[in-house]
């Protein structure tokens, strides 16, 4: 098989099913460098949009999983930073259109709305994820340390204008770190924000996993869900508190990828096996339950293939609240 540079999956999605992602913004190109950010810290801050990779080796590796036989309940449109900078995101959606009935998602940030060609963009998918972490100008700063041209003022106004003009639907994710977004008028900040906004849901997330910067504190799951009540009734926790760790965005940063065709043969070719994992790894944190659980392999043979990659040096690793994560370097 052709190595595949640009889509992996599908992966067991918690809010999308089984998403087969394609990731068209490389590490770490953002608009934002989030304290939380899985990826890593933001190597090129940005809001020009251009074709970071090109679209044309991303649809002809889609084209070839599809000959294959594809199954998958979205196409997820994702990046290691922010999907929107890719200038042929609406092109790629209508190629996809083309070749597939597979609904399209595309995971974003939310911060470049206020320009009306991301909007357009956006409104040719079936579902959009955007995240607004903070609705103050001081917390957005905090927590998202944004690009300068940005301001939250200039992300709600653009989120409130896509809602206008998009049909599809609109699923906000809220990452909420304890101690900088988890106040009362942070809170109610994002609640009015929210209301202006009017997505179809709102997905509360915290921080389970490895975070770009240290001492970002995950919010308990109890506070969690009070959050979420005051929130309203369209507001739901994805954040997994179990032992494992949790999927967390359903691209890049989500959990690992399962590939079709590999799911019958749980002791086949080994590597294969351990390029998968690495591809999986560059784009997010795993823990050995994750890897299981993503590629189809008991515990054994996972271990086996993270050493592989630990002993040629390509991958480390962090403990986060009990759990062992694994991560390309
Ligand atoms: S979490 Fe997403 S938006 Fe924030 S810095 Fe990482 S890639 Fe960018």
């Known amino acids: 098989m052709a190595e595949e540079k640009y889509i992996f999956g599908p992966v067991p999605s918690r809010r999308l099913g089984l998403s087969l992602g394609l990731d068209i913004v490389p590490s770490k190109v953002c608009t934002l460098d989030c304290i939380y950010c899985e990826v890593g810290l933001t190597t090129k801050k940005t809001i020009e949009r251009r074709e970071y990779v090109p679209v044309a080796a991303v649809l002809g590796e889609l084209k070839a999983r599809l000959e294959k036989g594809l199954r998958a309940d979205f196409i997820t449109i994702t990046g290691s930073g922010e999907t929107t900078l890719n200038s042929r995101l609406g092109f790629l959606i209508d190629e996809i259109k083309k070749i597939t009935s597979i609904p399209v998602a595309v995971l974003t940030n939310g911060t470049l709305f206020y320009l009306p060609d991301v909007r357009r963009d956006c409104a040719k998918a079936d579902v959009v994820l955007p995240s607004l972490d903070a609705a103050d100008e001081q917390t957005f700063a905090m927590i998202n340390r944004p690009h300068p041209d940005i301001s939250v003022e200039k992300v709600v106004e653009g989120l409130i204008e896509f809602r206008k003009e998009y049909r599809g639907k609109i699923w906000l994710e809220v990452f909420i770190v304890d101690g900088v977004n988890t106040g009362q008028p942070e809170i109610m900040a994002i609640k009015n924000a929210i209301a202006l906004i009017k997505p179809d849901k709102v997905q509360l997330n ?12 995950k919010v308990e799951e109890d506070k969690l869900l009070l959050i979420a009540r005051t929130l309203g009734p369209d507001c739901e926790v994805i954040a997994d508190f179990s032992k494992r760790g949790a999927p ?6 989500s959990t690992p990828a399962r590939r079709q065709e590999d799911t019958a043969a749980a002791d086949g070719d080994a590597q294969t096996r351990a390029e998968d994992l690495l591809s999986i790894l560059k784009r997010r944190p795993c823990s050995l339950e994750d890897i299981c659980q993503g590629l189809g392999l008991d515990k054994n043979l996972a271990s086996k293939y993270v050493a592989e990659l630990q002993s040629r040096g390509l991958v480390s690793s962090e403990r986060i609240g009990g759990v062992v994560f694994f991560k390309a370097k």
């Open 206 to 217: 915290t921080a389970v996993r490895p975070t770009a910067e240290p001492g970002v504190k």
């Open 248 to 253: 967390h965005k359903d691209g890049p940063l």
